[in-house]
């Protein structure tokens, strides 16, 4: 795992007078899963978003896979899969033909196309519900298609912005398990967000906090219990010691209104 897949170095977005992200570094290895937590407003959405292209950063550097992001950004984004936490997926169609949609903007040729779709529903156990319309998936279901959609074109980097939102504790496992298969046998670098500190405990071998825009601490979760000098903290103890309790101005009931409504539509 020496191998660095991604490296951000001092990385720098304003929103007028808010400095929503100031002078964040941090390095991902190859076939690690590397988590970015924070309380709401604290940088980590922003900073996913210019890591997958979505938002021009204002300073710093991004490297992905040892391509460095300047201003073409197609050999990033042929690079990467990214899994928002909004749906992504189209409920007026099956499973197969929201991966065949994917496949054609990613460019596959048809036989490609075909193999890579088969390839995909038996790694995330769609294979009998291939042509069931997507309306009718449980959302754990949902969420494994929407992650099977953004590795089609075999990816170096998957992100993921807090992949079981919304889900009940049964699915959720679910899509642990699934994440867990990706990195181990795809050897995939993975970099994901979440709220959930049991889910960042079992699933990430590094973590970084956020808070108020800069990186607090990074390291293993044995590392961040250390470094708070207690190591029978739990996670939640670990999270609130670096992140602190504040509510910041990208938070609020705007915040809360959109974290709900992708609740209640993968539920």
């Known amino acids: 795992m020496d191998e660095v897949t991604v490296r951000v170095r001092d990385l720098a977005k304003r ?11 941090f390095e991902v290895h190859a076939g690690e899963c590397f988590g970015l937590l924070g309380p709401n407003g ?38 990467i899969g990214y899994v928002p ?20 903007l990613y460019g596959l040729r048809r036989g490609e196309r075909e193999r890579r779709i088969a390839d995909i529903l038996e790694l995330v156990g769609l294979g009998e519900a291939a042509d069931r319309l997507v309306k009718t998936y449980s959302g754990g279901m949902i969420r494994k298609l929407e992650i099977g959609q953004a590795i089609l074109h075999q990816p170096r980097v ?6 079981t939102v919304g889900l009940d504790p049964v699915a959720r496992k679910g899509v642990w398990e699934h994440i867990e298969r990706l990195q181990q046998e795809q050897n995939m670098t993975i970099l994901l967000t979440t709220h959930y500190m049991e889910e960042a405990e079992s699933l990430c071998t590094r973590i970084a906090i956020m808070s108020r825009g800069r990186i607090a601490a990074v390291g293993t979760p044995a590392e961040l219990r250390a470094q708070m000098g207690n190591p029978d903290a739990s996670m939640d103890d670990v999270f609130a010691h670096f992140a602190g309790s504040f509510e910041h101005e990208e938070g609020g009931m705007k915040h809360v209104f959109r974290s709900r409504r992708t609740a209640r539509r993968m539920g």
């Open 15 to 25: 929103f007028g007078e808010v400095h929503a992200v100031q002078g964040v570094s």
């Open 85 to 104: 936490q909004m749906l992504s997926v189209d409920g007026s169609l099956t499973g197969y033909e929201n991966l065949l949609i994917f496949a054609k």
């Open 158 to 163: 998957l992100f993921l912005d807090e992949p």
């Open 42 to 79: 604290a940088g980590k959405s922003t900073t996913l978003k210019m890591l997958t292209t979505l938002l021009p950063r204002d300073g710093g550097t991004i490297e992905i896979a040892g391509v460095p992001l300047t201003g073409d950004v197609t050999r990033v984004r042929a690079r």
